[in-house]
């Protein structure tokens, strides 16, 4: 139900910008997040909004280089991604959660996902 695009192959410095949406579902009323995954390796938390775009929440891995917005009308999700880095390169997903728990780190909070994107980051 939850579908990411915008991902690629940039280099070092450059910006992408994700989008989430759906076509189904409304998600206005959730929070939504973005985590990301390389191979071998879990899930790792990215960046959440809270339902109504008021709160924001950024891992430090990316805190002041990426920016999450939402447009409820649009019911998307966007991931701005700026000065990105070779250890950004994993496949990212969005995620919903319906109960907008405060453990917004943890994937297990979350219900929704969607298909990923792969965005890769050369040196």
């Known amino acids: 139900q939850l579908q990411a695009s915008g991902g690629g192959l940039v280099q070092a410095g450059d910006s992408l910008r994700l989008s989430c949406s759906s076509s189904g579902r409304t998600f206005s009323t959730y929070n939504l997040g973005w985590f990301r995954q390389v191979p071998g390796k879990g899930r790792e938390f990215v960046a959440a909004i809270s339902w109504g775009g008021g709160s924001t929440y950024y891992a430090d891995s990316v805190k002041g280089r990426f920016t999450i917005s939402r447009n409820n009308a649009k019911n998307t999700v966007y991931l701005q991604m700026n000065l990105l880095k070779p250890e950004d390169t994993a496949v990212y997903y969005c995620?919903?959660?319906?109960?907008?728990?405060?453990?917004?780190?943890?994937?297990?909070?979350?219900?929704?996902w969607g298909r990923g994107t792969q965005v890769t980051v050369s040196s």
């Open positions: 995620a919903a959660d319906r109960y907008n728990s405060r453990t917004y780190e943890s994937e297990y909070e979350y219900d929704y």
